[in-house]
């Protein structure tokens, strides 16, 4: 036995499916998770001494790479100074000047803990600015697991193959309306029968949690014409694009204005760090200026804080890193796309930036359903192939993967042959 599979048998003695987050279990690859003992740059290591080239980058953080040097001094030199206070800080101004000026549309910014709380407290914002009850979210869209936002979601609910979760109260989620990611009708139709009722819709720019799924043409435009219309907040939940696909996130990428903006994963640098934000008569809404509460002992921490600024402020001082990346992004899933054209296999590529799925499917992945048309057996079998070759993609079809700044041209090269190999 491996001391991976050792560890992990322990550990699913003592932790629900042995991991601390379903996505990182590898059930539905039908293996046991790799236990991961460090990485740097653009790979990881497990505790049997196995190196990988990482496609996953913890999920989004590691934009630059794991380890980078820059972010481990800011943060070795902030735990010199106390991990936390429960104070206000300096370094807690300097975060939301860094990102409130150079991210359209972002004029005020609150910190927390995680993605999950981030939405969660946008969603109440954006409820107790409107007085309205109502959100829309798009069926294969992920946003965190509270309880509102655990209706048909994509990752491990959409991998698990549920449509919501047990524990959640109908009344918690009766307010949540379903519609299609890219399917403007679907949303209008929403807003012909409640017109007066809707706080917030809430959208992935780019569907990253059923794979990749960009906007089609004029999707996010569309809705930003609705929202308006109807004196509705429009979320974009950039957790995952937010300062990926640029600076400004999809925002800026696509040209199109957001009310409230959500954020986490790159924000922290892989410390857990999440963000809200947005327009100012929104965001004064929220406590201790306004009436929506939301509160947390440890959101801006210092440390955590200390990794976010190093990170945020390498990445908005050399623009030229977005252009390169979003160019390796277009090259590598370009390639992967030719070799699926070529390939026997079913098989559809969708890329934004330095994201890209490959779908086991024939279909144009464009939504929930199609996406749900990939063979997920047979990607259990590609992924099998690439581990086994130490490229470590995401344990489940419906995930991106994440390119970083440390991914070098010669080693995506070497993992197209496997494609190929594998593809052909
Ligand atoms: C990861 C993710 C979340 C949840 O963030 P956590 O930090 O895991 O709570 C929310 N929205 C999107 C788009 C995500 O990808």
Request: hydrophobic letters at 40%.
């Amino acid at each position: 036995m491996t001391q991976s599979e050792q560890l992990f048998e322990r550990a699913v003695k003592v932790i629900p499916g042995g991991v601390n987050s379903p996505v990182r279990a590898f059930g539905s690859v039908g293996q046991s998770p790799r236990m991961i003992a460090s990485a740097d740059g653009a790979h990881m290591t497990d505790e049997d001494g196995i190196t990988y080239l990482d496609f996953v980058g913890s999920w989004g953080p590691m934009i630059l790479g794991h380890n980078h040097p820059a972010v481990r001094e800011a943060v070795t030199k902030a735990c010199e100074q106390g991990l936390s206070y429960g104070a206000a800080t300096k370094r807690e101004v300097e975060m939301a000047e860094l990102i409130c000026g150079p991210v359209p549309n972002l004029e005020m910014v609150r910190m927390v803990n995680s993605g999950t709380e981030a939405v969660m407290s946008a969603i109440r914002a954006a409820r107790g600015y409107t007085g309205r009850d109502k959100i829309i979210k798009f069926m294969g869209c992920y946003h965190g697991h509270s309880d509102a936002l655990l209706v048909q979601a994509g990752s491990g609910v959409m991998t698990a193959g549920i449509p919501g979760s047990a524990g959640v109260p109908e009344g918690c989620t009766q307010d949540t309306l379903s519609a299609i990611y890219n399917d403007t009708e679907s949303v209008q139709k929403l807003f012909d029968t409640f017109p007066d009722e809707i706080a917030a819709v809430i959208v992935e720019p780019v569907g990253a949690n059923m794979g990749v799924v960009p906007p089609q043409q004029g999707f996010l435009q569309d809705l930003r014409a609705i929202c308006t219309k109807y004196g509705t907040v429009l979320i974009f939940d950039e957790v995952i694009t937010g300062f990926r696909l640029a600076f400004g996130g999809a925002q800026e990428y696509f040209g199109v204005d957001a009310d409230l903006i959500t954020y986490g994963k790159i924000i922290g640098a892989g410390m857990p760090v999440g963000a809200y934000g947005g327009k100012k008569e929104i965001m004064e809404q929220v406590a201790p200026l306004g009436p929506v509460y939301q509160a947390g002992t440890l959101s801006g921490n210092p440390v955590a804080m200390a990794a976010g600024l190093a990170q945020l402020s390498i990445l908005k001082n050399h623009p030229k890193i977005y252009r390169s990346l979003n160019q390796m992004g277009s090259w590598f899933f370009g390639e992967i796309k030719k070799i699926a054209e070529e390939s026997q296999i079913p098989a559809t590529v969708n890329t934004c930036g330095s994201l890209g799925s490959l779908f086991f499917t024939n279909e144009t992945v464009r939504n929930y359903e199609t996406a749900k048309t990939s063979d997920t057996a047979k990607y259990t079998d590609y992924f099998r192939y690439m581990i086994n070759h130490g490229i470590y993609l995401a344990p489940a079809q419906f995930e991106a993967m994440f390119l970083s700044a440390a991914h070098t041209r010669k080693e995506l090269e070497d993992v197209l042959e496997f494609v190929r190999d594998y593809m052909l």
